[in-house]
């Protein structure tokens, strides 16, 4: 499969998560968020409006709406840096009982690999999962491949809380 196609590695539609390109770093965690429809409403609401990433210390721009084929500006910003982070959404889940999306990285980004962020139902609970797909990135971002996998555990962490925190109160 070429890096341009729109094909989902992370395959945030289904529950079970099988196949992946080999080379890359596979990852997925979940959490859980709460119990309820007004948790799921609001969780799956925030989820396709980059609410993981902006909750989570990111700037995202336009921070309208997931779609596919969007190719957003996305901004880390570690130790008072800017760091920008092209991406391009390759699938957007919105089902009664799985809403999420993923993303591809684009040449220009510290990493290359795939994300996805679903809110799932598991009877009344609610959970995030969280799937990644990473590589070393091109260019000079080569180099900085074992920083870059640190600063992706923190990003993790953050990821894991970003939903959980609010959907609590």
Do not use: C
Request: charged share 25%; hydrophobic share 40%; no cysteine.
């Amino acid at each position: 499969m070429a890096d341009g196609e729109r094909v989902s590695w992370t395959n945030p539609a289904s529950a079970q998560w099988r196949e992946h390109p080999e080379g890359f770093r596979r990852w997925e965690t979940s959490t859980r968020l709460g119990d309820g429809p007004a948790v799921w409403d609001w969780a799956s609401t925030e989820v396709l409006r980059w609410g993981v990433k902006t909750r989570s210390g990111f700037t995202v721009s336009p921070a309208a709406a997931v779609r596919t084929g969007d190719r957003p500006v996305i901004m880390a910003h570690p130790f008072g840096l800017s760091v920008r982070e092209p991406v391009e959404v390759v699938a957007v889940v919105d089902a009664s009982d799985r809403v999420g999306f993923a993303y591809r990285t684009l040449p220009g980004h510290p990493v290359t690999g795939e994300e996805a962020f679903v809110v799932h139902r598991d009877g009344d609970s609610v959970l995030l999962t969280i799937r990644s797909l990473t590589r070393p990135g091109r260019g000079h971002w080569r180099v900085m491949y074992p920083v870059l996998l640190l600063a992706q555990a923190v990003a993790r962490r953050r990821y894991l809380r970003a939903l959980r925190v609010r959907a609590a109160r």
